[in-house]
């Protein structure tokens, strides 16, 4: 039996290892589950409650940098908190995002520094300052009244 040519093998390793990586991003088998918290936001001036998120926890490289790409939608009060292991300027892009959402920079104590209202076919990054950031629906924000200066209560574990 003859051997086939050295150039299809290497064309079917490749082909199974691009496979299996996508497969193992989509199924979190790369990035692991997605640890939950709650995150409440509360207004800077009347210390009211405005929002209590239910958070998805992206906090090493990989989970990232997934982000919600692998999301269909998020519920009502559903989100996913980037958790940085300084504080920085940074910025965060639309990749391979199927709904629109808000992004929030949130700084080392807790407080919102920028917001962006973010469409799916925006094709630049959108850049803030700060420690945390939470993606939450499209239009969340305007919806619960929340504004630059308002405060995201982190649970310690994620500080």
Do not use: C
Not at 45 to 68: N, Q
Not at 84 to 103: C, E, K, L, Q, T
Request: glycine share 8%.
């Amino acid at each position: 039996m003859e051997r086939p040519p050295a150039w299809l093998l290497t064309l079917a390793v490749v082909a199974l290892l691009v496979g299996g990586g996508a497969l193992a991003l989509t199924t979190g088998a790369l990035t692991g589950d997605y640890e939950r918290t709650t995150v409440t936001v509360v207004d800077n001036d009347t210390h009211a409650d405005l929002a209590a998120v239910d958070a998805r926890i992206a906090d090493s490289p990989a989970k990232r940098y997934t982000g919600l790409s692998a999301t269909d939608s998020l519920g009502p009060d559903e989100g996913m908190l980037f958790v940085h292991d300084s504080r920085s300027r940074r910025g965060y892009v639309m990749r391979a995002m199927a709904f629109p959402i808000d992004i929030v920079f949130i700084d080392s104590d807790g407080t919102i520094t920028t917001i962006h209202h973010a469409a799916v076919d925006a094709d630049q990054p959108f850049h803030g300052e700060g420690r945390y950031v939470l993606e939450v629906p499209h239009r969340y924000t305007t919806d619960n009244d929340i504004t630059v200066g308002d405060r995201v209560e982190i649970p310690p574990a994620y500080r």
